[in-house]
């Protein structure tokens, strides 16, 4: 095979990105959905809830959020890194992280997004003692503190490599 169609191919072959973006957009849409039944409920219940019940939703209202944040994160960091650029200038409403953020940022948000995420199940569950196995607050513990770990290994790795391109420079 000519190595130029196969370049073209391979260059082309980014697009078959896009189903799983639009699929991100669906899982946005069901997030939503989720979020609206939680504050219906917060709503209506609020007048016999106690002040736990009341943190415990407003809790997974802001898991429900940063989960969702992470999403757009995803689509918006993804396309434009993977897929197709994104020119900025044409919408200027945009927040510069739409289509600024390269791979490496990325990576660190995902995992800033995903120990914020752990965090908020984990207070959600000291919330909730009484309904905790002891077993299942362990783990998510240790998830959570792998979860911190991996993150700073991340920014750490990150940060070395960022001081080793501008030596080079």
């Known amino acids: 095979m000519n190595p130029t169609i ?5 260059f082309a072959s980014r697009w078959l ?13 069901g997030l939503l959905g989720k979020g609206v039944k939680h504050a219906y409920e917060l709503a209506v219940g609020f007048p016999t ?11 997974a209202i802001v898991d429900l959020t940063l989960t969702a944040s992470l999403i757009v994160l995803v689509i918006f960091s993804g396309f ?3 897929v197709a650029r994104i020119d900025a200038e044409d919408h200027p409403d945009w927040p510069h992280w739409m289509v600024g953020i390269d791979f490496g940022e990325l990576k660190l948000k995902l995992m800033g997004s995903i120990v914020a995420i752990a965090g908020i199940k ?24 792998a979860f911190v770990v991996a993150t700073l290994l991340l920014s750490i790795a990150e940060w070395v490599g960022h001081i080793g391109a501008r030596a080079e420079h």
Request: glycine share 6%.
């Open 17 to 29: 990105l896009t189903p799983f973006y639009v699929a991100l957009v669906v899982a946005l849409l």
């Open 6 to 10: 196969l370049a073209r191919v391979l």
């Open 49 to 59: 809830f106690s002040e736990d019940e009341i943190i415990l939703a407003a809790l």
């Open 122 to 145: 984990l207070l959600e569950s000291y919330m909730n003692l009484d309904h905790v196995v002891d077993r299942d607050l362990g783990w998510q513990m240790g998830i959570f503190g």
């Open 80 to 82: 434009a890194n993977f």
